[in-house]
Nanobody, 116 residues
């Protein structure tokens, strides 16, 4: 079973940037889809960004133009570049991989806190 480890979160001022990483325990070369999600206190987990195996990306309206999902197959790592951060981006961020017949378990997530 694939294991995911998210990292890169932290405390940043509004307008700042962070790059999150999601390291997988197996090759991500043939992954059907990869995604980043976030969960703020008292709220449901929501989809932030996805990338298909062909490289097509989709973003939540709230992050379009500010966040970028990418991958490095050689490092088995998925990234989320977050620019122009806002206090409402504060949440725990999780990644997920979807293979041909499986979905990865959630990792521990990485906390992002944006101060105003």
């Amino acid at each position: 079973q694939v294991q995911l480890v998210e990292s890169g979160g932290g405390l940043v001022q509004a307008g700042g940037s962070l790059r999150l990483s999601c390291a997988a325990s197996r090759s991500i070369f043939s992954i059907n889809r990869m995604g980043w999600y976030r969960q703020a206190p008292g709220k449901q987990r929501e989809l932030v960004a996805t990338m298909s195996s062909g490289g097509t990306t989709n973003y939540a309206d709230s992050v379009k133009g500010r966040f970028t999902i990418s991958r490095d197959n050689a490092k088995n790592t998925v990234y989320l570049q977050m620019n122009s951060l806002k206090p409402e981006d504060t949440a725990v961020y999780y990644c997920q991989l979807i293979g041909s017949s499986w979905i990865s378990p959630w990792g521990q997530g990485t906390q992002v806190t944006v101060s105003s």
